[in-house]
């Protein structure tokens, strides 16, 4: 299994942009997918984007298609998700998982899950 670190949350204002990271150690599977995840106090986990290992393929979630944008480095062994347009609903654990991304919640198929940074959004 890979090992996932998270970093960059924050406290941001409103309309602020953070950007986050998601370094991963070991080999990732050309065909899996890295992806992020967040979880609201009270909430069930969601699914944010993925990004797949070989081909650079995309998806994200409709409340957040036009404001994130995740994209990865191979040479890094690194995902990222650039935030932009933050608003107070965003507030969450942001969670980084490498895996085949084919079910739904809670673990969406992923296999290995990093700890997560905390994104706090103010108004």
């Known amino acids: 299994q890979v090992q996932l670190v998270e970093s960059g949350g924050g406290l941001v204002q409103a309309g602020g942009s953070l950007r986050l990271s998601c370094a991963a150690s070991?080999?990732?599977?050309?065909?899996?997918?890295l992806g992020w995840f967040r979880q609201a106090p009270g909430k069930e986990r969601e699914f944010v984007a993925v990004i797949r290992w070989n081909d650079g393929n995309t998806r994200y979630a409709d409340s957040v298609k036009g404001r994130f944008t995740i994209s990865r480095d191979t040479a890094k062994n690194t995902a990222y998700l650039q935030i932009n347009s933050l608003q107070p609903e965003d507030t969450a654990l942001y969670s980084c998982a490498e895996g085949v991304f084919n079910s739904g919640p809670p673990d969406y198929g992923m296999n290995s899950w990093g700890k997560g940074t905390l994104v706090t959004v103010t108004s």
């Open positions: 070991g080999r990732i599977v050309d065909w899996y997918y």
